[in-house]
């Protein structure tokens, strides 16, 4: 008898969904949130290379899609770079960094290497290319960000990444691929880690024109 007059009560109740899932019925409201994956989080940003040779075009797409609002992908880069650069040269060496010059500079933009040292490294305020050498493999990465924790990179292989700085400085060829030009955003998402909040990226809008200017660049270049 219990048990029939509990059959009966279980019977009563609204239908139960076992998939984890809240019927829509029982919901008073609508809402949804956009879940991000860890592997969204790490390629936040980043252009990720599609072969094992377009690091460089990967990291140029990086740099012109998100800090100046021109999306390209590494392909168009790859065409870009071959028509401004000695081909020969090129099939027989790979990408240089001085095919990465001309190409920004074919782009309407202004661009140079520098040598700098780790303090000059720390001030930096803009991203910048670095080809690292870790242990004969050569890479191109976007540096974001460099202080005594550590290097913030956009790494087009395994995407944003910190190397520990002796790591970096121990890869790193001292050498800054920069560029200057129309339609930079000062707000850009490489020069903002997500710990960092807008009130604090205002103050840096100030070191970049007059850093930039140490480089050799003019005021026009940013107009």
């Not at 936040?44 to 012109?64: F, I, M, N, P, R």
């Amino acid at each position: 008898m219990r048990i029939s007059v509990l059959l009966l009560a279980l019977a009563s109740l609204p239908a139960l969904a076992f998939d984890g899932m809240v019927p829509a019925q029982t919901v008073p409201f609508a809402f949804s949130k956009k879940v991000t994956s860890l592997r969204d989080a790490r390629y936040a940003h980043v252009v990720e290379q599609k072969t094992d040779y377009s690091c460089g075009a990967a990291a140029l797409a990086t740099l012109l899609t998100h800090a100046y609002n021109r999306p390209v992908d590494e392909q168009a880069i790859i065409l870009g770079m071959f028509e401004t650069g000695d081909r020969a040269l090129i099939a027989q060496q790979g990408f240089s960094m001085l095919d990465m010059k001309r190409y920004l500079e074919a782009q309407g933009l202004r661009a140079g290497g520098f040598v700098v040292d780790m303090e000059k490294l720390r001030t930096l305020k803009v991203p910048a290319i670095v080809l690292l050498n870790d242990s004969g493999y050569k890479h191109f990465v976007v540096l974001r960000r460099f202080s005594d924790s550590g290097a913030l990179v956009a790494d087009p292989a395994l995407g944003n990444r910190t190397i520990p700085a002796q790591d970096f400085l121990r890869q790193w060829n001292k050498v800054l691929l920069v560029a200057a030009g129309p339609g930079y955003r000062l707000d850009n998402p490489l020069m903002k880690p997500g710990s960092l909040v807008a009130a604090r990226f205002d103050r840096l809008r100030a070191p970049l024109q007059s850093e930039l200017l140490e480089f050799g660049f003019k005021h026009s270049d940013f107009f």
